[in-house]
């Protein structure tokens, strides 16, 4: 690991200066960490409510009725994969230029508004051009949104309690994504209502969040490089031995996870034998309720139990075995209760991962002072491999095999991050 830079001066919540050569982390009263784990929370649920929400449920929903049931699966891939692009350029950018002002309240309150707008209006959008430029600019905005959030968790959680925070983050998935996908589906009917609904959720948390979390602003960082210097360099980050394998590890997690997840409802419509009276629509809700009920269940027990163990590699190399390996069960069985069995063993897998994933990569960072462009490098590792997924999936799903293609595919990517994982030598 390199030599950590000098942290420069920051304001406590009190509006003291802390000397460059404080602890990174503040230990903050309990009361305050209480209060920011809250609304950490909320932050994290609200971004996933909004792109899970959308993104599983509204949007292959809206791209069927544009383009037809023949075309959805190609074109579902072209709005995903293009919107990816613009969420892992906010996230480099945005990262590097909150670094560079030493504010993040702006980034998160300005990305949160803006998202609401493009999304306000992306339910009346009667083009596949129109889908994918709407959609693309609200990602672009949740993408600086994300990248300030996350980077209040260095800025302001002491190390040991970084389990917890990485639980609590891993549950904003879990809990997020679970109402999201119920309030999408029940919306599924009027789509203009749904995207309207999903704009004011996060608007109105960013606008909560910057005033009930007080701005603790970073001094001196007027003599850094600018933004514009540190998104170039970024990459430079992946030098790190440890910092480049735990890029890779959450990349492969994250392809072979939301692969599958991104076409659920294409999943039940095409390749699943549904009971009758259940519609494709209603089972996504039942079997996200079902993977997010254990993907929250997982994350908490995992991040308690690694903080307690100091153990963080094992919760992630045996998650990736376990997602990679129950791949395999809608390829055997593409049957209704084979599928919510594959949604119980794949969140509960996803879960584990997500509790200590955050705690490791923060623990690995190459410069403390530096957080939000090398956790930006890391939130590339969420959005890269969503640029490549729609068009891979898209492939596999129409000229390689169908989805049995796509779920085998899937877990060999899951197994490969799992041994990316076991190479990182700091965390045990």
């Not at 969503?386 to 129409?398: E, H, M, N, S």
Request: glycine content about 10%.
């Amino acid at each position: 690991m390199s030599e950590l830079n000098a942290e420069p001066a920051a304001t406590t919540n009190a509006g003291t200066t802390i000397p460059a050569e404080a602890p990174a982390q503040p230990q903050a009263p309990s009361g305050t960490l209480r209060n920011l784990f809250s609304w950490l929370a909320a932050g994290y649920a609200s971004m996933f409510i909004v792109s899970l929400g959308a993104g599983t449920v509204l949007n292959p929903l809206l791209v069927e009725h544009v383009v037809g049931s023949a075309h959805k699966v190609s074109a579902l891939g072209v709005v995903s994969g293009v919107s990816a692009v613009f969420a892992t350029l906010a996230n480099l950018v945005a990262g590097a230029w909150s670094d560079r002002a030493g504010r993040r309240n702006p980034f998160i309150l300005g990305g949160g508004l803006l998202a609401a707008v493009f999304l306000a209006v992306l339910g009346s959008a009667g083009s596949l051009f129109l889908i994918t430029l709407l959609w693309s600019l609200s990602q672009l905005f949740l993408g600086a949104y994300q990248a300030a959030l996350t980077a209040i968790v260095p800025d302001r959680i002491p190390k040991h309690r970084l389990g917890a925070a990485s639980a609590i983050i891993g549950a904003g998935l879990p809990f997020g994504g679970l109402v999201g996908v119920l309030a999408a589906s029940a919306m599924s009917k009027a789509p203009v209502i749904g995207y309207l609904v999903f704009a004011v959720v996060i608007a109105l948390t960013a606008v909560l969040f910057a005033w009930r979390i007080k701005e603790v602003r970073r001094l001196g960082n007027e003599s850094r490089p600018g933004v514009r210097q540190q998104a170039a360099s970024f990459a430079s980050s992946l030098r790190d031995h440890d910092f480049r394998w735990a890029f890779i590890a959450r990349a492969l997690l994250v392809m072979g996870y939301f692969s599958v997840f991104g076409y659920q409802l294409y999943i039940l419509q095409d390749h699943v034998t549904m009971p009758r009276g259940l519609s494709p629509t209603t089972g996504v809700g039942i079997l996200t309720a079902i993977g997010m009920a254990a993907t929250g269940a997982a994350a908490m027990l995992g991040g308690t139990l690694s903080d307690r163990l100091g153990r963080r590699k094992v919760f992630m190399t045996v998650a990736g075995v376990v997602l990679g390996l129950v791949m395999i069960v809608p390829i055997a069985s593409p049957t209704w209760p084979a599928m919510m069995a594959f949604a119980l063993l794949n969140g509960l897998a996803f879960g584990c991962f997500m509790a200590v994933d955050t705690a490791v990569v923060i623990t690995v960072l190459p410069s403390e002072s530096d957080a939000a462009r090398d956790l930006a490098t890391l939130n590339v590792a969420n959005a890269g491999p969503q640029i490549v997924a729609p068009f891979v999936a898209a492939l596999l799903i129409t000229h390689l095999g169908g989805y049995d293609a796509l779920f085998s595919a899937a877990g060999v990517l899951a197994i490969t991050g799992a041994a990316a994982a076991s190479r990182i030598r700091k965390i045990s």
